[in-house]
């Protein structure tokens, strides 16, 4: 086990976003991002029917979140953070698998998010979770004039030997990784 870390996957419930956990996810959000979303831009984001808002509770306290939109073969990022208290436990990792899970429960084969060319933290992890950079977005941004990364994970078809469609899907989640 890394030093520093809290245990080897603390155990933690993710759950749907509820309005009342808006305060901690804003907090979350302003110590996470420089150019961070607003009240507003959740809430207008979350209205939207295909637009969906999980978060990850540790002893009832919110330690992160992650709004997703849900498009025909893909599911999409639109914000995702954890707590800076807690990262490097995992909790990015269990998020990812959740929606990993997902795609496969969905029919869906694609996980795709843009990430800031300066934010090389978040480039790492998704890069450790088998996303792979696909293309450079230029001046993606109202708020600044850097670049962003399209980063995709690619669900691949399984192979039809194997019995159990959970197994199979876990499988080739697993090779897509490696
Ligand atoms: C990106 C983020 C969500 C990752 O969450 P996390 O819970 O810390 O990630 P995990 O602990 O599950 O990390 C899994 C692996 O990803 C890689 N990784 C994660 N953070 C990393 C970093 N800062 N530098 C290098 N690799 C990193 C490592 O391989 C790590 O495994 P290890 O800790 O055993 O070495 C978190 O860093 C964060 O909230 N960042 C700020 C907000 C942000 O940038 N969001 C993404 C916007 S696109």
Not at 10 to 34: A, G, K, N, T
Request: proline letters at 2%; glycine letters at 4%; one cysteine or more.
């Amino acid at each position: 086990m890394r030093a520093g870390k809290l245990s080897e996957q603390l155990d933690v419930q993710i759950r749907w976003l509820i309005r009342r956990d808006m305060p901690e996810v804003l907090d979350i959000e302003r110590s996470s991002f420089e150019h961070s979303w607003t009240e507003e831009d959740f809430l207008s984001s979350l209205r939207q029917r295909h637009c969906i808002g999980m978060v990850v509770e540790l002893n009832e306290e919110i330690i992160g979140f992650m709004i997703y939109e849900l498009h025909k073969i893909s599911l999409r990022v639109l914000n995702f953070a954890v707590a800076e208290q807690y990262r490097r436990n995992g909790i990015g990792v269990q998020m990812i698998q959740k929606l990993v899970d997902k795609l496969s429960q969905q029919r869906r084969s694609e996980i795709e998010l843009t990430v800031r060319e300066t934010n090389l933290s978040a480039q790492l992890f998704f890069q450790s979770q088998g996303f792979k950079a696909v293309q450079v977005l230029r001046s993606h941004y109202h708020d600044t004039d850097e670049d962003a990364y399209l980063m995709r994970y690619q669900l691949m078809e399984a192979p039809d030997w194997l019995p159990f469609e959970g197994v199979r899907n876990r499988l080739t989640a697993y090779k897509d990784a490696a």
